[in-house]
């Protein structure tokens, strides 16, 4: 079986190829001019260059392909329109390429975003996959004008679309700064209440694409991928500095007011110097919600989704790779 996935050297979409690997499947990895190799190095794997608006490369890129897994975009952009244009209308060109280039092909899957869904309105009642989307910037709503187009194409071949919630693990860029925040004693809190999510190890997320992919049960469907425990930034916080030795930290609280107002000004100043960053009024607006929690009971019944890595765990692994690879 050959799968191609976009993405592939990224944090998320490293971790799927080496799952695939790991399940015997021919692994034909998508890279992009500038792409950093570094996870992909020395891997059984086919490199191949690609853009999601060239339809050459995409249709080198897909021959006799049995599986695609989707998890390139972009999370960052400097206006609004960026958004829809790389996760949007990058997808179905994906699409429309694997229309016309994979006639058998076994699945399509998309990774999504919990954030699709929106925010739950209490901790006692997670999002599902039976509530109405409520995406609250524009990251999200690119998200899900993508899905729609997936989900389109799914009269044409089995589609799958997954929902992840924020991810952690080895490789992952975006929570280190964080725990490195936290080795110099400086702890940072959004709000004055604590606010809850749920997390994924980037492994069993991986490995729920993998079951995903292969199960008739989840043709058409999407699901929402996370560990159902939820956390609060107060506990990842704790956890943090238990296992960095910082018994005392400064805590720095910020107001919700504050954390739109610097994410916007953030914003403005980046889209001057034309370089745009993750941290942006998109990221504010995610900041300040309470909940992030979502319900996986759908993941569990269709294909038998049980993540290895319990919060916790999911935490400490992080950090560990983290000290272990000298980042911390």
């Given at each position: 079986?050959?799968?191609?996935?976009?993405?592939?050297?990224?944090?998320?979409?490293s971790?799927?190829?080496?799952?695939?690997?790991s399940?015997g499947?021919?692994?034909?990895?998508?890279?992009r001019?500038?792409?950093?190799?570094?996870?992909?190095?020395?891997?059984?794997?086919?490199?191949?260059?690609?853009?999601?608006?060239?339809?050459?490369?995409?249709?080198d890129?897909?021959?006799?392909?049995d599986?695609?897994?989707?998890?390139?975009?972009?999370?960052m952009a400097k206006?609004?329109?960026?958004?829809?244009?790389?996760?949007?209308?990058?997808t179905?060109?994906l699409?429309?390429?694997?229309l016309?280039?994979?006639p058998?092909?076994?699945?399509f899957?998309?990774?999504?975003s919990?954030?699709?869904?929106?925010?739950?309105?209490?901790?006692?009642?997670?999002i599902?996959?039976?509530?109405q989307?409520?995406?609250?910037?524009?990251?999200?709503?690119s998200k899900?004008?993508?899905?729609?187009?997936?989900?389109?194409?799914?009269?044409?071949?089995?589609?799958?679309?997954l929902r992840?919630?924020?991810?952690?693990?080895?490789r992952?860029?975006?929570?280190f700064?964080?725990?490195?925040s936290?080795?110099?004693?400086?702890?940072?809190?959004?709000?004055?209440?604590?606010?809850?999510?749920?997390?994924?190890?980037?492994?069993?997320?991986?490995?729920?694409t993998?079951?995903?992919?292969?199960?008739?049960?989840?043709?058409?469907?999407?699901?929402?991928i996370?560990?159902?425990?939820?956390?609060?930034?107060?506990?990842?916080?704790?956890i943090?500095?238990?296992?960095?030795?910082r018994n005392?930290?400064?805590?720095?609280?910020?107001?919700?007011?504050?954390?739109?107002?610097?994410?916007?000004?953030?914003e403005?100043?980046?889209?001057?110097?034309?370089?745009?960053?993750?941290?942006?009024?998109?990221?504010?607006?995610?900041f300040?919600?309470?909940?992030?929690t979502?319900?996986v009971?759908?993941a569990?019944k269709?294909?038998?989704?049980?993540?290895?890595?319990s919060?916790?765990?999911a935490v400490?692994?992080t950090i560990?790779?983290y000290?272990?690879?000298?980042w911390?």
């Amino acid at each position: 079986m050959i799968a191609f996935i976009t993405g592939a050297t990224g944090f998320i979409g490293s971790h799927i190829t080496d799952v695939l690997l790991s399940h015997g499947f021919r692994v034909r990895c998508g890279f992009r001019e500038h792409s950093n190799l570094q996870w992909l190095k020395d891997k059984p794997v086919e490199l191949v260059k690609y853009s999601l608006f060239d339809e050459k490369s995409l249709s080198d890129a897909l021959k006799e392909v049995d599986y695609i897994i989707h998890c390139g975009g972009t999370i960052m952009a400097k206006k609004p329109s960026v958004f829809f244009h790389v996760n949007r209308d990058g997808t179905i060109n994906l699409l429309k390429s694997a229309l016309e280039q994979t006639p058998n092909l076994k699945r399509f899957v998309y990774i999504s975003s919990q954030t699709v869904g929106g925010p739950a309105k209490a901790l006692t009642e997670p999002i599902s996959e039976f509530d109405q989307p409520n995406p609250v910037t524009n990251y999200a709503k690119s998200k899900k004008e993508a899905e729609d187009h997936v989900l389109e194409y799914g009269k044409y071949f089995p589609v799958t679309i997954l929902r992840p919630s924020a991810v952690v693990g080895p490789r992952d860029p975006a929570i280190f700064t964080i725990f490195k925040s936290i080795k110099n004693r400086i702890v940072i809190l959004i709000g004055m209440k604590k606010k809850y999510l749920n997390i994924i190890h980037a492994v069993d997320l991986a490995e729920a694409t993998y079951n995903a992919a292969i199960s008739d049960n989840t043709i058409g469907k999407i699901y929402y991928i996370a560990d159902e425990m939820p956390v609060s930034w107060n506990e990842i916080m704790s956890i943090g500095k238990r296992e960095l030795n910082r018994n005392f930290t400064l805590n720095i609280h910020f107001p919700h007011f504050f954390v739109l107002g610097a994410a916007y000004s953030f914003e403005q100043f980046r889209r001057i110097i034309g370089k745009p960053h993750p941290f942006n009024l998109d990221k504010g607006r995610d900041f300040i919600q309470k909940y992030w929690t979502c319900s996986v009971d759908c993941a569990k019944k269709d294909f038998n989704f049980s993540p290895k890595f319990s919060p916790e765990e999911a935490v400490l692994d992080t950090i560990r790779w983290y000290v272990n690879n000298k980042w911390l």
